[in-house]
């Protein structure tokens, strides 16, 4: 990404102390298996961690039960068998769709103020957010693009092709984003969730974004409640080496 409007959703993760909502990552869950799973992979994801806590808490039973829909191929039987949650996601079927498992920190949101990062501390880098973005992006592609340019026209995406036929004089591009060779693959109630939420194309587009930052990491929750200790630790320490410091160099002054 770079360049293209990032829009700021609001995440349960977002900001020092936020954590993953778990009904929004089965909810992302969701959306991933019924429409992003036909093209992407998840390789590094072990089916397994769909049970931890922090992560979409599954039970062990829906775990085993939503391993068993993937064939793997086992070479120690030298067959293929049902997966098992000790398998990962399978890779992309479609050879030019990425996998998705690390995607949400591979691509960043927000660019800056580099400064202080306050920006970056309140709100991350934005990887979730600019997916987020990217899948409510798709716009009728400007009417200075040939018809046969190939992909599809989305203003939150900036690596892909570009019409000479859409830049000005300097080379400069008119319009924003470019030409992703992924359809629109969310247009809102793809999906029904069984808890009745709403599936309007940007609760959609925020909970699966949700979901690929879990996958990109799965320990956020932990990472941050392990900080905040060792923030607490170190403060409570400062304080106590100051008292001592006082109190060893008193009788000097
Ligand atoms: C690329 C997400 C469904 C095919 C991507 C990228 C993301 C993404 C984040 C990378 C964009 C970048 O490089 O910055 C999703 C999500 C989906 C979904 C969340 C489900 C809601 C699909 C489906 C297909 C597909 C169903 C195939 C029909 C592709 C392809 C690319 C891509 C071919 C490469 C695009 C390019 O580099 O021009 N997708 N995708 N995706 N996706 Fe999807």
Redesign the pocket.
């Known amino acids: 990404?770079g360049g293209g409007h990032v829009e700021n959703f609001d995440f349960p993760f977002d900001g020092p102390f936020g954590t993953y909502d778990t009904n929004q990552l089965q909810r992302g869950l969701q959306?991933?298996t019924e429409?992003?799973s036909?093209?992407?992979g998840l390789k590094f994801v072990p089916l397994r961690t769909l049970a931890d806590e922090g992560g979409p808490h599954l039970p062990e039973d829906q775990v085993r039960a939503y391993s068993e829909q993937f064939e793997v191929f086992d070479p120690e039987l030298d067959d293929m068998r049902p997966g098992k949650p000790v398998d990962h996601f399978p890779v992309s079927a479609?050879e030019?769709?990425?996998d998705?498992s690390l995607?949400a920190k591979a691509?960043a949101g927000f660019h800056g103020p580099y400064n202080l990062g306050i920006n970056q501390l309140m709100n991350g880098i934005g990887g979730p957010e600019y997916?987020a973005t990217?899948?409510i992006s798709y716009e009728d592609a400007p009417s200075c693009a040939p018809a046969d340019f190939p992909?599809h026209y989305n203003t939150a995406?900036t690596?892909?092709g570009y019409p000479e036929e859409c830049k000005d004089e300097d080379g400069h591009h008119m319009y924003p984003g470019s030409w992703?060779?992924?359809?629109q693959?969310?247009s809102g109630e793809d999906v029904e969730f069984a808890d009745g939420h709403s599936n309007e194309l940007h609760h959609e587009a925020q909970d699966?974004a949700a979901f690929?930052m879990w996958t990109a990491e799965p320990k956020l929750s932990q990472r941050k409640q392990a900080g905040f200790v060792g923030v607490v630790f170190l403060t409570l320490l400062s304080v106590l080496l100051y008292l001592t410091n006082k109190r060893i160099w008193a009788p000097v002054k």
């Not at 992703?180 to 359809?183: D, H, P």
């Open positions: 990404g959306i991933y429409v992003c036909a093209c992407h479609l030019n769709a990425p998705l995607m691509r997916i990217l899948l992909g995406f690596a892909g992703i060779a992924m359809a693959p969310l699966v690929l």
